[in-house]
């Protein structure tokens, strides 16, 4: 339930921020505002709240938590009217509409802060109602940067309804059996801990019924995932076997006939009789050539399932220890930033450059994989004294490690490096290779040649095989970063 107009006059008439200045702006969500104001000695917290069935504004003594990352919306106040002194802030009649008029040096400016259920909204605009900028921006509504804020006309009504002002009666006997030393609670404090403990958004305890459905999702799918993993290794441990029968196949290679589909044999090891599934078309040489082939993969599979099983048991332990964070977490603000964090899907997340990156003991590595990657790192995430590493004569990605002022990129980190521009260009399964390195000073771009292809000066020649114990530390890395 959102506040009534009646209860925002009292809110208003508590408050009295006529002649506050506004010292700082924090948005802890994109629904909510906290306005630090100081006036005459004393400072104030008054949240703002926009979020369906709980809009309000009150004052609040609880921490408000920063976001992890500015929001646009804070950062215009912030650049437009923190510092700026309140000369007015009244509700304009009784349509649950705050008026805020603000002085900043020359600048003047008035704030809309609307607190309807299903159209909140907060709204800078200048003296003359010009809208400079909205928490939420409704084109439909013309509340856009460049519009015109327009106030909703009265409605005549012949039998004005009655709004009463909540006494929160169980809420302040509840709250003085607690604290018997405590003087009565004022009506913007009744509204902080009532709307803490049951608003639909922003209260600890729907926020932990979200999280509680978020975690038992995640743990769900990561539980069934590492189920088929460790099925999966349970196949390659029999991988030994595939090699015993190219082994039989060799030895009783002349039993085998032009049309025959199985070998009929006698194992030396077991002494039964066993038959092996072959292709007739081939001869016992080739089909014994395909049992190796499948458990050398199977032998391989192994090691990478291994991999993949430590990261889906850290996966699950970093869940657990999220989930407990914000089980033990006090603030709902906070909560409400966790959870968001931690739902956001990936394809969601922002990211700021493309390709990959990987962080290894302090240094920061970039990779593109294909053309258009290669020249956006280029153009505009790279420096000059930064190094540049490709595969020579093969097509692939660029590697980037990026510049440590007085130090030396050292030899385990270039060979890192290396290990990624093999494995993203076409001399993945080439073995031995030799790639080329020089800072990206020293490349010129290839005169009407095609996009992203550089000609290196000054480079130096590194020779490897690729390491793959090193990729899947590289790998884990990135795995956990990304947890």
């Not at 000369?87 to 509409?97: A, P, Y």
């Not at 430590?310 to 033990?328: H, P, R, T």
Request: glycine share 6%.
């Amino acid at each position: 339930m959102s506040l009534n107009c009646n209860e925002i006059n009292v809110i208003l008439e508590e408050l009295k921020l006529e002649g506050s200045f506004i010292q700082e702006i924090i948005q802890p969500g994109y629904d909510t505002l906290a306005l630090y104001t100081y006036a005459n000695g004393q400072a104030k917290t008054v949240l703002i709240c926009t979020a369906q069935n709980s809009c309000r504004m009150n004052e609040t003594r609880r921490k408000i938590i920063k976001n992890d990352k500015p929001l646009r919306f804070m950062e215009f106040l912030r650049s437009n009217i923190k510092g700026s002194k309140i000369t007015f802030c009244k509700q304009i009649g009784l349509q649950r509409i705050v008026k805020m008029e603000l002085v900043h040096g020359d600048d003047e400016f008035n704030m809309y802060i609307r607190l309807w259920s299903n159209a909140a909204n907060i709204i800078l605009c200048d003296k003359d109602d010009n809208i400079l900028d909205t928490m939420f921006r409704r084109p439909k509504k013309g509340e856009i940067s460049g519009g015109k804020f327009l106030l909703p006309e009265e409605k005549a009504s012949a039998s004005p309804k009655v709004f009463p002002v909540r006494t929160f009666e169980e809420l302040t006997s509840e709250y003085q059996k607690k604290n018997p030393d405590y003087p009565n609670l004022s009506f913007n404090q009744k509204v902080d801990l009532w709307y803490g403990e049951h608003a639909e958004t922003l209260s600890r305890e729907a926020l932990l019924e979200d999280a509680e459905k978020w975690y038992t999702q995640s743990k769900s799918r990561m539980l069934s995932a590492l189920e088929k993993l460790k099925k999966k290794e349970e196949e390659f441990k029999n991988s030994d076997n595939l090699k015993h029968l190219g082994d039989l196949i060799l030895s009783y290679g002349h039993l085998i006939k032009g049309t025959d589909k199985f070998l009929e044999c006698q194992d030396y090891e077991s002494g039964k009789t066993v038959r092996i599934l072959i292709d007739p078309d081939k001869s016992a040489h080739e089909n014994a050539a395909i049992y190796y082939e499948n458990y050398k993969k199977a032998q391989s599979g192994a090691q990478s399932i291994i991999h993949d099983i430590e990261l889906s048991e850290k996966k699950l332990q970093k869940l657990e220890e999220k989930y407990s964070e914000i089980q033990n977490e006090k603030n709902p603000v906070r909560i409400e930033q966790l959870l968001r964090k931690n739902v956001t899907p990936k394809q969601q997340k922002k990211k700021e450059h493309p390709g990959l990156d990987y962080t290894v003991d302090g240094w920061y590595i970039l990779v593109g994989r294909d053309a258009n990657e290669n020249d956006e790192l280029l153009r505009h995430h790279v420096k000059g004294s930064d190094l540049w590493l490709h595969v020579r004569d093969f097509p692939g990605g660029y590697v980037f490690v990026k510049n440590r002022p007085g130090k030396t990129v050292p030899l385990e980190i270039l060979l890192d490096a290396a290990n990624l521009a093999v494995y993203y260009s076409k001399a993945r399964n080439a073995g031995k290779t030799d790639l080329y390195y020089t800072h990206v000073k020293y490349l010129r771009r290839a005169k009407n040649g095609p996009k992203g292809l550089v000609l290196p000066t000054h480079e130096k020649n590194l020779c490897i095989k690729p390491d793959k114990k090193r990729l899947e530390r590289l790998d884990t890395l990135k795995q956990e970063e990304e947890l």
